[in-house]
């Protein structure tokens, strides 16, 4: 990492949710530019953090700090974290039969354009971008026509996911186990399109449970989250030595 | 124990068969003898527990009279017409446009007069619809006879091309307004039918609307009424669907002080279909009231009902939804689902399926939920930059509009744009009334 200030920086977090901690005092520092890998067991709190970053109403912050490009993330809105730069690609994309993803994307590139003080697009100017980065992802414009996520297959989904991150430029890519359910070819379409926005100004997190992923996306660090706390990190090699002993040695250790 | 069929139809009058009907006086005379011996329904009928007959019945002297505020509110911009349509305006008691009848969405042998016309050149015609109109044994149809001046009676033929629907906007300022249309698609005709009202303030308004689909006809019905908070309102629609033919209805409903809409649909020839969707978008303290009736006559009918309903603060949306299935009859498919948004805690949605199955060989079903806002949803599209605000209106918007993406698709496209803009225009109307 390098000496600057980190585009996210976390500080002794502790959440609780349902009156039960989930994150006991975690710390984790992103640089700008940089990839990190969260990898952990079932329950270890990875999309507890993940969703927390983005500001699920559903956690309850009780101690630490995030500061995000050097401000208080914990005082914004979900929606002024998405428009500062920093994007959910969510494990479980919601479904919203009703609403033509056409729709709902122009609206949320220009809400996030808006706010940083750009001219919104118009119909002819935001199909021009779709039509850029859509196929990056294997998606074509029929695609626009139907409703956000209703009736997708699970690797729609996730490359949705990717064409919103495509669309909306952020600093900061939060991508919770986007590699989930994924066949091969889905996973790699998902690779492509994330090494798509890989640059020195933007960062990205990917949680998994699997080495797999990385294999497409080469991670800077590797951190290993258990019981709420990152308790080693490293480079991918810890990511192969997980996949060959798993997470029992350092739970053992633990104990 | 009667059925729910038989509850809306008493036993014929003595002396006053509606067999004996052979003039426009003699329907009117049956009438005023039906409401001298029945009385309004009450709230012992479990169809009338959230709207009251009351509501619907007007002191007489009234009825000439203007409203207060003549300032006309939504309801009177259907569409916009291409050049080639036309909104055939309908005043109460005569047509609002003297050239309506040589207007081309009525040409093509459609023919359009008025009640008291069409009893004097037609009499077998009307005998037919009087006799088989699934409602004519409801209360306040006799007492829109009794108290109509006149109505009228579009007949479309086979020959009138399709892809010009016909669109219909009734207006009047009176205080208190009685409309009556029958509408007959021959067999094999094809109509596209987008109808609307205008709004005026304290009115109280009143439609009866008897629909015969003669053998393979198809009717799209786009029904559209004007948000009034200060108005009531009782639509009472009949419809007979005969052997192959296919009546596909979608209302968009703002409701009112009290508004109701009663539709009974027979579904009397084998293979004959019927859709009965709304979008129900109440703004606060509007009360709508939908009562549906779907009975299954007949072999291999089908049929499908899907109500959404959103209501803002003190709003109250009904939906008394009722299948029957005559005995002996066989391959019938009736679906029914009910959804309710509730964008305010103080509000109401009440759903009431009512299915009464006499024969073994029926695939039906029915569901209802209500809920408020998803939460997740709302989280998403906050995290993808649209404020609360914001994705409330699209939540909405998308609860609303899957009515429209269901509604067969046949359909013309003046029809589904004549429904999503007044869909999105009570979208607008609703999401400053949102709780947070």
Known sequence: MNNEQPLLDVRNLWIKAQDQFILNGLDLRIG????????????????????????????????????????????????????????????????????????????????VREARGQTPYDAVEFLKVFRELAPLVGLGQDFLERGVNAGFSGGEKKRNEILQMLLLEPRLTLLDETDSGLDVDALKLVARGVNATRSKDRSIVLVTHYQRLLDYIDPDVVHILI??????????????EIEREGYEPLLTAMA | MSSPVESFRPRALSGSSPTRIRSWDD?????????????????????????????????????????????????????????????????DGKIGDP???????LRHGVTLRTMREAWTEDPALMKRIVLSSPIRDRYFVWWNT??????????????????????????????????????VLEPGARLDLVEGEAAYPNQLRHLVRDIHLDREATLHHAL??????????????????????????????????????????????????????AAVLLPSKHVFDLQTEI???????????????????????????????????KGVVAHQQSRGLLLDPASDINSRPELHIRSDDVLCTHGASIGAIDPEGLFYLQSRGLNAS?????????????????????????????????????????VPEVAL
């Open chain 1, 32 to 111: 700008l530019g940089e990839v990190h890998a969260i990898m952990g067991p079932n329950g270890s709190g990875k999309s507890t953090l993940v969703q927390s970053l983005a500001g699920h109403p559903g956690y309850t912050i009780e101690k630490g700090e995030i500061s995000f490009d050097g401000e208080d993330l914990l005082t914004l809105t979900p929606e002024e974290r998405a428009r500062r730069g920093l994007f959910l690609a969510f494990q479980y994309p919601v479904e919203i039969a009703g609403l033509g993803n056409g729709y709902f994307l122009k609206a949320a590139v220009n809400a």
């Open chain 2, 99 to 105: 050239e309506a009848r040589r207007r081309d969405g």
């Open chain 2, 146 to 183: 009794a108290h109509l001046d006149d109505g009228y009676v579009i007949v479309v033929p086979r020959e009138r091309p399709h892809d010009r629907p016909l669109q219909i906007l009734w207006q009047s300022p009176n205080a208190v307004v009685v409309r009556r249309l029958l509408l």
């Open chain 2, 27 to 91: 329907a009117r005379t049956h009438a005023e003898k039906a409401l001298e011996v029945h009385a309004p329904p009450d709230r012992h009928d479990e169809r009338w527990r959230y709207t009251r007959a009351q509501d619907f019945l007007p002191p007489l002297a009234r009825s000439n009279e203007t409203t207060a505020s003549a300032e006309r509110k939504l309801g009177t911009e259907l569409t916009t017409p291409a050049p080639s349509e036309e909104i055939l305006l309908l005043e």
């Open chain 2, 390 to 430: 914001q994705a409330r209106a699209l939540l909405l918007r998308a609860f609303a509009l899957r009515v429209l993406e269901t509604f067969p698709a046949a359909a013309s496209e003046v029809l589904r744009t004549a429904l999503a803009k007044r869909l999105e225009v009570l979208v607008r109307l609703l």
């Open chain 2, 295 to 329: 009975v299954h006559r007949a072999d291999a009918t089908e049929s499908r009902q899907r109500v959404h309903s959103a209501t803002a603060a003190r709003a109250t949306a009904v939906y008394g939804g009722t299948i029957v299935v005559e005995s002996a009859t």
């Open chain 1, 227 to 240: 019981k709420g706390r990152i308790v080693r990190s490293g480079t991918r090699e810890l990511a192969r």
């Open chain 2, 224 to 277: 559209l009424d004007a948000p009034g908070v200060h108005e009531n309102w009782l639509w009472t629609t009949g419809v007979v669907v005969d052997e192959g033919a296919a009546y596909h209805a979608l209302g968009v409903h703002a409701g009112a002080r009290k508004a109701r809409h009663e539709i009974c649909v027979d579904l009397s020839g084998s293979w004959a279909q019927a859709t009965l969707d």
